[in-house]
Structure formats: structure tokens, C-alpha cells
């Protein structure tokens, strides 16, 4: 049994920063996420992936993260972390933080589990 927990969203200004944070709570037999990391969904607009990253550490980052945002993992805690900066207001959206064995890392049904997300508003 997986479960994830976002936190660390809010309001902020354009241009400002946020950092995310994801925690996986794991019970029973020992689980290893290979691939964890954040999608986004905005009002009106199809769910996107924003960035990943394995337990190896190799990430990858959507073209409108690039740049601004940075993804960490600490495989000990099983958490991960997504600092962004220079936030625009295209930015402001529902965070979800993922987790799985993904065959596409792109592809959103391929992750097994979701936490129930975290709301990031920029003001213009």
C-alpha cells in the first residue's frame, strides 16, 4: 500500500518561487518507486506531465518546466521535491505528485499511484 502526500503549494506572485514537497508513505513489504515525479492540470486543460525523476536520479522535465523548475528525490525518505522558479501565471494549476514503474514516463496511466494533489495559484 502506497500513499502519497503533496504539500507546499499556495499563492504566490509572478516571478516568485514554490517548492513542493511529496512524501510516500509505504506499508507492508518493502516497495521501490522506480519513477516518481509531478503532473499538473489547470482549469479547462488536459492533465501534463511537468518532470520526473528515477531512483537513479535521471530526470526528465516537460519543455514549460525547463529551466525554472528542479526536481530532487531523496530515495531514503522516499519523498521528492520540486522547486520552482520565475512561476508564471500559465503556471497556476493542481499539482499531483506520481509514482510507479512506468514503461513511458510520459504516458499517465502508467503511473500506479496519485496523491491527491496540491493547488499552485500565480498572480499576475
Known amino acids: 500500500q502506497v500513499q502519497l502526500v503533496e504539500s507546499g503549494g499556495g499563492l504566490v506572485q509572478s516571478g516568485g518561487s514554490l517548492r513542493l514537497s511529496c512524501t510516500a508513505s509505504?506499508?507492508?513489504?518493502?516497495?521501490?518507486?522506480?519513477?516518481m515525479g509531478w503532473y499538473r492540470q489547470a482549469p479547462g486543460k488536459e492533465r501534463e506531465l511537468v518532470a520526473n525523476?528515477?531512483?537513479?536520479?535521471?530526470?526528465d522535465y516537460a519543455a514549460v518546466a525547463a529551466g525554472r523548475f528542479t526536481i530532487s528525490r531523496d530515495n531514503t525518505k522516499n519523498t521528492i521535491d520540486l522547486q520552482m522558479t520565475n512561476l508564471k501565471p500559465e503556471d497556476s494549476a493542481v499539482y499531483y505528485c506520481?509514482?510507479?514503474?512506468?514503461?513511458?514516463?510520459?504516458?499517465?496511466?502508467?503511473?500506479?499511484?496519485w496523491g491527491q494533489g496540491t493547488q499552485v495559484t500565480v498572480s499576475s
Open positions: 506520481v509514482a510507479g514503474w512506468p514503461h513511458d514516463t510520459n504516458r499517465e496511466s502508467d503511473y500506479a499511484y
Open positions: 509505504i506499508s507492508g513489504s518493502r516497495v521501490i518507486l522506480k519513477t
Open positions: 525523476i528515477a531512483t537513479d536520479g535521471a530526470k
